[in-house]
């Protein structure tokens, strides 16, 4: 998990700057064939019914440096194959918006017509070191 651009510069303003940056209550996360760049820009899925899910700010749980997800995180139903997805990040809006951080998933995942992708409890995990 990598901060985005734009993550790095509102930790530095949040630890020494002067100005405080304002963040969304809710996040999207969105899936991507191959990694994204570190604001984003990269190939995410689309069509079929692809949409980021969305999922509340307050869902994420902190212990020590890492914060993990304490709901389900829930994509729409798929209407047809999804291109397989290797990386994904995490956006202030549902399409374009900030990007504030980016991954890769533990393994590629492909859905299919009809599934319903979870991201379940504690398996999207952020962590500073």
């Known amino acids: 998990m990598s901060f985005s651009n734009t993550t ?4 530095l303003d949040a630890l020494v700057g002067s100005s ?5 209550s809710t996040l999207y996360v969105g899936l991507f064939t191959a990694a994204p760049d570190e604001d984003g820009a990269g190939t995410e899925l689309s069509g079929n019914n692809y949409s980021r899910a969305s999922v509340v700010r307050s869902a994420f749980t902190r212990a020590s440096n890492t914060s993990s997800n304490n709901v389900d995180i829930t994509f729409a139903t798929a209407s047809g194959a999804w291109s397989t997805a ?3 990040a995490i956006f202030s809006a549902v399409s374009g918006g900030t990007c504030y951080f980016i991954g890769s998933l533990n393994s590629s995942v492909t859905v ?3 599934v319903t992708l979870k991201i379940l409890s504690g398996n999207l995990s952020i962590s500073l070191d």
Not at 8 to 11: K, L, N
């Open 8 to 11: 790095e510069g509102i930790v």
């Open 20 to 24: 405080a940056t304002l963040l969304p």
């Open 112 to 114: 299919g017509s009809g």
């Open 86 to 88: 290797t990386h994904f």
